[in-house]
């Protein structure tokens, strides 16, 4: 900003450029990041009022969409649930096998139809689910990060790791389930929506910051049950259902 000439500059110098700032406001990093970035507003005395701003999109990028892909939005009676196996690196990850538990455990019930996202990578790179059922719709490969909020428009709640589509689905007003585990401080960096069911035990070697979990049995996320992730998942079902 300095170097831009920008003529004045208000941040946070936690990393050591606090004398390159016109307004070096003190960093709590206890508060969530987006409480912390809210914060440097304070100085303007503007009001926060921490609404979620979902991504818009025009009613002609939403069917080019629908399009591409050669579907159409999904019509049910049943709940839709987008579920991504992946995030950034293995450390954030929930066991393959226990995904595919936890999507056998509903399908067999009927309770929902899945809707499975991701890249074509992480497709190529997933065994078998197992499930050969109308009920799930396997759309791995065919969205991209700007074409979520399409996606999560027609659904009603995500299951995941902590992940960017977990964040794009919070600001779309999905119910979130996620399955945390201790590569950040998941209290600070948890997507920002009063709809989060979280799923996550604190260990002593969080938050490591590491792309691979240096110890035996990734106790962290591991730890998570199917059982556990079930119950959340009934859990909210029964949430949505009162409010219909």
């Excluded at 689910?129 to 791995?140: G, H, I, P, W, Y």
């Excluded at 996550?200 to 049950?225: A, F, K, L, N, R």
């Excluded at 859990?235 to 219909?244: A, E, M, N």
Aim: hydrophobic residues 40%; charged residues 20%.
């Amino acid at each position: 900003m300095w170097l831009a000439g920008i003529r004045y500059r208000i941040g946070y110098g936690a990393t050591g450029g606090g004398f390159l700032l016109d307004v070096e406001q003190p960093c709590d990093m206890t508060l969530h990041q987006v409480k912390l970035n809210l914060n440097l507003l304070s100085s303007f005395h503007v009001a926060q009022d921490n609404k979620l701003l979902p991504f818009e999109y025009t009613p002609e990028n939403a069917q080019r969409f629908w399009q591409t892909i050669g579907q159409t939005p999904p019509t049910t009676v049943l709940p839709r649930v987008a579920i991504h196996m992946n995030a950034g690196y293995p450390s954030k990850e929930w066991a393959f096998d226990n995904f595919r538990a936890l999507i056998q455990k509903i399908d067999r019930e009927a309770l929902a139809q899945i809707i499975l996202i991701g890249t074509q990578s992480e497709k190529e790179n997933t065994p078998d689910l197992q499930v050969r059922s109308e009920r799930l719709v396997d759309m791995r490969g065919k969205t991209s990060l700007q074409n979520l909020p399409v996606l999560f428009d027609v659904c009603d709640l995500f299951i995941g790791s902590d992940s960017g589509p977990a964040h794009i689905a919070a600001a779309q007003g999905l119910e979130i389930i996620l399955l945390a585990s201790g590569t950040n401080d998941i209290q600070t960096w948890h997507p920002w929506t009063e709809r989060l069911s979280l799923l996550h035990y604190d260990v002593p070697c969080s938050p490591c910051e590491t792309t691979v979990c240096p110890v035996d049995g990734h106790p962290c996320i591991e730890t998570i049950t199917v059982d556990q992730a079930f119950d959340a998942f009934q859990s909210v079902l029964s949430r949505l259902q009162k409010q219909t």
